[in-house]
């Protein structure tokens, strides 16, 4: 990182809001011993703030109140992907002796597209570029369900089910079974659905459950073939499904937080109280 990129920042968005007649408050957060510019904190009086990260000295913070901006070298999750539809990157393009910001949109299989300051704005759901636009009208058949402080054209609790079947079926693409799991326990929080939503939740976390025993049994004989190729001394098959294996449990890995055992173990509960209720 250049050492005076957070500076370029301060001043590329602080002309960007005067632009716009808006302001906000900027600071430069020494977290947990972080050098100073590694962090700039923009805070507005009416919406989301945005804490850009120039570089990995401050891990992002996802469900926080104010949205992370990550640098070219920040790295970001296929699960954080996923789970937010899209993420905001940052860099500083020199322009003689100048910097000039760009704003990135990085959604999960697609590449990032990158924005001159001037086409991006502040909105309810927080930053937005052409490309979140596009992403949110591909992905959301009722894009009202974001606008939460605007307009209230559909119930809320059909809104949040309506997205959460579209998480489902993107984690079932990508065929990401700590994905699948996690949508699978939010929907079985959700309450008060009826009719045609709660009957689509309900064939929905169905099929889910379904692939998910899939997935245990195709892992379960993994196990038992690398078990039947280590006692046959079989080394180059079982270096082969040894490998196979890591792959496997990596992908699946699930964090600590999530509170429930990985395919291994029992099937989470939240997937027969869903299609009971």
């Not at 590329?12 to 302001?23: K, N």
């Not at 991006?120 to 596009?134: D, I, K, N, Y």
């Not at 119930?155 to 990508?174: F, I, S, T, W």
């Amino acid at each position: 990182m250049a050492s005076a990129d957070h500076l370029y920042v301060k001043s590329a968005a602080a002309a960007w809001l005067r632009d716009r007649d808006d302001r906000a408050d900027f600071d430069f957060v020494r977290q947990d011993g972080a050098p100073i510019g590694s962090v700039v904190d923009i805070r507005f009086k009416h919406s989301t703030g945005l804490r850009v990260h120039l570089d990995q000295a401050v891990r992002p913070v996802w469900d926080a109140d104010t949205e992370p901006v990550l640098g070219l070298s920040v790295p970001v999750d296929r699960d954080t992907l996923i789970r937010r539809w899209y993420v905001h990157r940052i860099r500083l393009d020199s322009e003689g002796t100048a910097r000039q910001v760009r704003i990135g949109t990085e959604a999960f299989a697609r590449p990032t597209e990158w924005f001159a300051l001037d086409e991006c704005e502040m909105t309810e759901r927080g930053l937005s570029t052409p490309a979140v636009e596009q992403i949110v009208r591909s992905r959301s058949t009722r894009p009202v369900s974001w606008a939460v402080g605007r307009t209230r054209k559909v119930p809320e609790v059909q809104a949040r089910a309506q997205v959460l079947l579209r998480k489902l079926a993107d984690a079932r693409k990508v065929e990401s079974v700590v994905v699948v799991t996690r949508v699978c326990r939010d929907i079985a929080a959700v309450t008060g659905v009826e009719g045609e939503i709660h009957s689509q939740l309900t064939a929905a976390v169905t099929e889910a459950e379904h692939w998910l025993e899939q997935q245990a049994e195709a892992r379960r004989k993994l196990f038992l073939r690398l078990e039947e190729a280590v006692a046959a001394g079989n080394t180059l098959e079982a270096g082969r499904l040894l490998m196979h294996a890591n792959a496997t449990a990596s992908h699946d890995r699930t964090r600590s937080r999530d509170g429930h055992r990985g395919l291994g173990g029992r099937r989470p509960g939240c997937l027969r109280a869903t299609a009971a209720s």
